[in-house]
């Protein structure tokens, strides 16, 4: 896909700035910028609406949202967003098929939700969570530091006859546990490359705690629960400026249909209930989620993981305040996370999600000696040997491993754009996903002078129904189809008039049967016709419209 911009790199906040404002001067007719968070750095969160002015006002169409950088360090999701801005905008009235969607619906991005936590991330040597906020720190231990200098944190093994690992013989730079009768031989602790912070304990070493705890997808109102049950939720829901910047935006555009949030890594389609089993959800729900995950797996390679059943580690201390879940449960929209990157897949020792693991650790062992071998034939710059190093506590420690930034969590800068591309063309298919109403089978015929018969049929052409998910019927804050006839004297019929909702072709029944032919069982209730008797001076002042948050507005 023709881009403007270069994807072979990250881009720190000065180039993601100027990247939107760039963009803002060369499209006026199809960008449109606002500043939803300045944050406490002084830094502002930007968020994108793409639309065809001239062919409507963006909250009059469909809508899909995608954003990014939830988390500090996951960066690439930031990117993503940024890419398919780039592809929407440097191709629009060149590629038929995005001129076609920018015409019909709209595009809210949200590239950089932590510009401050995505600023230390890039331009330090440490990993952060989601902002470089102090949060519930702890003193004492091991620290996270840069000893030396070549602004990577590695592993630091040390000396220890009361070590758990040892040298693998078996491979070079890799460790191995000891097992129940490893006696003897040379023993180490292994922590992250860094200094010792005293503290109030007994004498075992232990990792210090991060300073930046607070986690941005722990701060949203549905299922939060506080530090004690929720660690990193902050003091409140939406205690956060920018998770409560990033819901306000949500909020005030009611026309945002699907939820995409760009999340690294692991390489899956993550989707809601996150604080129950999915068999508790409605069924044509969890339905859209699995079909969409499908156009996820088509275009990435990505496994299709409910959060609760399969992905959480612990289903009685859910890890809950997550935004696709504010988004589904009190919202009733279809929103789910796309874990970008996906190393261990890559390696061939992919996550089993859902599955126990019964050695779990030997599976870890593999997995990182998979990665390692990857790293130093795909990523030798992010490869370092065990180095000896002088510490000022410790003695006599090596430093060495790879960078886990941008291999583990981030794809190397060379593989970035491959991922990219994935996730536009898989972005570029929800949008064609949603409910579109139209106006069809128009007839206006003169029955006597002055006097019209008038009938339409409205219909949705989405896949998606208007009122997109079950969740949002159950909740009441589904809104009605509403048709009015204008520009004349209605005799018989009603001006004004409500409709419910309008399913689309995913509720179409459908078979394929073992002794028959393929079959239509029952078409989806995805079009209405209306009919009125009106008076008017000419043909041409009758007007009908139809509008509806989700599936946009209509007239003829």
């Given amino acids: 896909?023709?881009?403007?911009?270069?994807?072979?790199?990250?881009?720190?906040?000065?180039?993601?700035?100027?990247?939107?404002?760039t963009f803002q001067k060369?499209?006026?007719?199809?960008?449109?910028?606002?500043?939803?968070?300045?944050?406490?750095?002084?830094?502002?969160?930007?968020?994108?609406?793409?639309?065809?002015?001239?062919?409507?006002?963006?909250l009059e169409k469909p809508a899909f949202h995608m954003d990014g950088n939830t988390h500090a360090g996951e960066v690439t999701g930031s990117m993503a967003c940024l890419h398919f801005v780039d592809v929407l905008l440097t191709n629009y009235g060149k590629e038929e098929e995005i001129t076609k969607l920018l015409d019909l619906f709209t595009i809210y991005v949200v590239p950089r939700i932590s510009p401050d936590g995505a600023e230390a991330y890039l331009t330090t040597p440490y990993s952060i969570r989601s902002v470089n906020r102090k949060h519930n720190a702890k003193e004492g231990g091991v620290t996270t530091e840069d000893l030396d200098g070549d602004d990577v944190v590695r592993m630091m093994r040390i000396p220890s006859k009361y070590g758990a690992w040892k040298k693998d013989p078996n491979k070079e730079n890799s460790m191995t546990l000891?097992?129940?009768?490893?006696?003897?031989?040379?023993?180490?602790?292994?922590y992250p490359e860094g200094n010792f912070e005293t503290y109030d304990g007994d004498e075992n070493l232990k990792a210090k705690e991060s300073d930046w705890q607070l986690d941005f997808n722990r701060?949203?109102?549905?299922?939060?629960?506080?530090?004690?049950?929720?660690?990193?939720?902050?003091?409140?829901?939406?205690?956060?400026?920018?998770?409560?910047?990033l819901a306000d935006w949500i909020i005030a555009h009611p026309n945002i249909g699907m939820v995409s949030t760009n999340h690294t890594s692991g390489g899956i389609f993550l989707y809601p209930p996150g604080t129950k089993a999915s068999s508790k959800s409605p069924s044509?729900?969890?339905?859209m989620y699995k079909e969409i995950g499908k156009l996820c797996k088509e275009e990435l390679g990505y496994d299709i993981v409910n959060i609760f059943d399969a992905f959480i580690s612990d289903q009685e201390a859910v890890d809950s305040g997550a935004f696709d879940d504010w988004c589904y449960e009190t919202q009733g929209l279809i929103a789910f996370t796309i874990e970008l990157w996906d190393l261990a897949k890559r390696v061939?020792?992919?996550?089993?999600?859902?599955k126990k693991d019964e050695d779990e650790q030997a599976t870890e062992l593999k997995r990182f000696n998979a990665c390692l071998d990857w790293v130093k034939e795909n990523a030798p710059e992010a490869f370092v040997p065990w180095q000896p190093y002088k510490h000022p506590i410790f003695k006599d420690v090596e430093i060495g491993g790879f960078n886990f930034k941008f291999t583990h969590q981030n794809p190397p800068t060379h593989l970035l754009l491959s991922v990219l591309d994935q996730m536009t063309s898989f972005a570029l298919r929800c949008v064609k996903t949603l409910p579109r109403l139209v106006i069809d089978d128009v007839e206006i015929k003169e029955i006597e002078k002055e006097i019209y018969d008038v009938s339409v049929t409205i219909g949705n052409l989405g896949y998606l129904p208007t009122n997109i998910t079950e969740v949002?019927?159950?909740?009441?804050?589904?809104?009605?189809?509403?048709?009015?006839?204008?520009?004349?004297?209605?005799?018989?019929?009603?001006?004004?008039?409500?409709?419910?909702?309008?399913?689309?072709?995913?509720?179409?029944?459908?078979?394929?049967?073992f002794y028959g032919n393929l079959s239509t069982d029952e078409n989806a209730k995805a079009r209405k016709k209306y009919h009125w008797i009106v008076r008017a001076k000419n043909k041409e002042d009758i007007h009908i419209e139809v509008t509806h948050p989700k599936a946009g507005k209509v007239s003829i």
């Fill in 1 to 21: 896909m023709k881009t403007t911009y270069q994807y072979d790199h990250y881009y720190k906040y000065e180039e993601l700035k100027e990247f939107v404002e």
């Fill in 178 to 190: 000891r097992r129940p009768d490893d006696l003897e031989g040379d023993f180490y602790d292994i």
């Fill in 284 to 287: 044509f729900d969890m339905k």
């Fill in 26 to 58: 060369n499209y006026p007719d199809l960008l449109d910028v606002e500043v939803i968070c300045e944050t406490p750095e002084k830094r502002n969160s930007y968020a994108l609406t793409i639309t065809n002015k001239k062919t409507g006002k963006a």
């Fill in 472 to 513: 949002a019927k159950d909740l009441e804050i589904n809104k009605p189809i509403v048709t009015k006839i204008t520009g004349c004297e209605v005799l018989s019929g009603k001006q004004k008039e409500e409709k419910d909702f309008l399913e689309g072709y995913s509720n179409t029944s459908t078979g394929a049967y």
């Fill in 348 to 354: 061939n020792v992919p996550y089993e999600w859902g």
């Fill in 219 to 245: 701060n949203f109102p549905y299922g939060w629960f506080p530090e004690n049950r929720q660690y990193g939720a902050g003091k409140y829901p939406l205690s956060n400026p920018e998770t409560k910047a």
